[in-house]
Each structure stands twice: as C-alpha cells, then as structure tokens.
Nanobody, 122 residues
Framework: QVQLVESGGGLVQAGGSLRLSCVASGSVFSITAMGWYRQAPGKQRELVATITSGGTRDYADFVNGRVFIDRDNAKNTMYLQMNALRPEDTAVYYC????????????????WGQGTQVTVSS
C-alpha cells in the first residue's frame, strides 16, 4: 500500500506564500506520478500541478507561474511552493499519487492524502 500525508497548509494573507509537503510511504516504487489537487467549497476538485517519476512537470493554466512543484526522492516527499497567493486559492489541497496498479476496469489506481486546508485572507 501507499500512504500519503500532507502538511504545510494554514492561514496566509493575500500575496503571501506557503509550501505544502506530501510524504509518501509504503510501496513507493509503485508510484508513477504525483500531483496536487484542490477543492474549494461548492467546487469540483481541480488539478494544480503534477510531476512524473521522470521529473516532467505540468501546471494548471490558472497557476500563472505562481507555483512550483518539486520532489525529493531521498525523502519520498513532494512539495508545492505557492507564491503570490490570492483569496481564490482558498481550498483543501490534496496530494495524489498514481500507481502502476490497476482496478477491475484496468484504470490506474490513484492514492489520495487526507488534504490540508489553505486559507488566503484579503
């Protein structure tokens, strides 16, 4: 099994920064990619950024250069550095890991963390 634990969320003023962390444990060799998603109240969960095992990064359009995703393989940790935060960034941020396992419909199995709350005040 893969387990994910997020940390680093909190309350920050508009224009401030936060660094989120996600520590993976268990069968980490089964992970093919990791990413950050967020979900605001009344909204659908949306992609923020992803990073593959090969180091390829992808960002949502709304990021607009304000975030950077990184990983430290030695620590089995993924980071999301967020700068110039806006009130619209307020959401629960979730760590995601895609594994090489498949379900009965041959879909990749994703593992999710419990989420960490980010609140940006105006």
């Amino acid at each position: 099994q893969v387990q994910l634990v997020e940390s680093g969320g909190g309350l920050v003023q508009a224009g401030g920064s936060l660094r989120l962390s996600c520590v993976a444990s268990g069968s980490v060799f089964s992970i093919t990619a990791m990413g950050w998603y967020r979900q605001a109240p009344g909204k659908q969960r949306e992609l923020v950024a992803t990073i593959t095992s090969g180091g390829t990064r992808d960002y949502a359009d709304f990021v607009n250069g304000r975030v950077f995703i990184d990983r430290d393989n030695a620590k089995n940790t993924m980071y999301l550095q967020m700068n110039a935060l806006r009130p619209e960034d307020t959401a629960v941020y979730y760590c995601n890991a895609r594994t090489n396992a498949r379900d009965i419909y041959y879909r990749p199995i994703d593992i999710w963390g419990q989420g960490t709350q980010v609140t940006v005040s105006s």
